[in-house]
T-cell receptor, first 112, second 111 residues
Framework: KNEVEQSPQNLTAQEGEFITINCSYSVGISALHWLQQHPGGGIVSLFMLSSGKKKHGRLIATINIQEKHSSLHITASHPRDSAVYICVCRGWGGGSNYKLTFGKGTLLTVNP | DAGVTQSPTHLIKTRGQQVTLRCSPKSGHDTVSWYQQALGQGPQFIFQYYEEEERQRGNFPDRFSGHQFPNYSSELNVNALLLGDSALYLC??????????FGPGTRLTVL
């Protein structure tokens, strides 16, 4: 079992739909990142959060530390949101070290 | 602000050769991390540099080495290339342990 599990693996939606991508983790973390990767490889960091909720435009990320679960929501989805969304957990390490564990990603396709 | 930049964008090498990839961090960032992303897979952490030293390393062989310069830019070196080293190599910069910003990547093909 992977330490960071994302669901679903693939998601197809119609433009305008509300989308939720989930991330569950089994390790202790100091922070969780949500990344967006478009075809061709470019990665954009969407959020870094360690508690509560963050919002940026149509994107909302939440995290529940007790339940070891985070969700990424996209409101009013658009075809340009089509990308792979990756959940990344940052663990605790001694001193200034830490370990990043990546989920396998969720491929989102938004059709017009 | 140019953000994180990487060079070259694409590279083709043959087995056994050596390669050097370069990364310039976002202005104000002092930490550089390198990742390998094979086709269809998520990124795998290679190592991280801070204050010109390797601070953390993933499960990669010694053929993978790096360097960070006083201006915080970084290089990733891979020796004795194998076919399996073909991948997208991503660099990310941060200020300490803060949010990481990724570069566009270098796509390496080993023939």
């Amino acid at each position: 079992k992977n330490e960071v599990e994302q669901s679903p693996q693939n998601l197809t939606a119609q433009e305008g739909e509300f989308i939720t991508i989930n991330c569950s983790y089994s390790v202790g973390i100091s922070a969780l990142h949500w990344l967006q990767q478009h075809p061709g490889g470019g990665i954009v960091s969407l959020f870094m959060l360690s508690s509560g909720k963050k919002k940026h435009g149509r994107l909302i990320a939440t995290i529940n530390i007790q339940e070891k679960h985070s969700s990424l929501h996209i409101t009013a989805s658009h075809p340009r949101d089509s990308a792979v969304y990756i959940c990344v957990c940052r663990g605790w390490g001694g001193g200034s070290n830490y370990k990043l564990t990546f989920g396998k990603g969720t491929l989102l396709t938004v059709n017009p | 602000d140019a953000g994180v930049t990487q060079s070259p964008t694409h590279l083709i090498k043959t087995r056994g050769q050596q390669v050097t990839l370069r990364c310039s961090p976002k202005s104000g960032h002092d930490t550089v991390s390198w990742y390998q992303q094979a086709l269809g897979q998520g990124p795998q952490f290679i190592f991280q540099y801070y204050e010109e030293e390797e601070r953390q390393r993933g499960n990669f062989p010694d053929r993978f080495s790096g360097h960070q310069f006083p201006n915080y830019s970084s290089e990733l070196n891979v020796n004795a290339l194998l076919l399996g080293d073909s991948a997208l190599y991503l660099c990310a910069s941060s200020l300490g342990l803060g949010e990481q910003f990724f570069g566009p990547g270098t796509r390496l093909t080993v023939l």
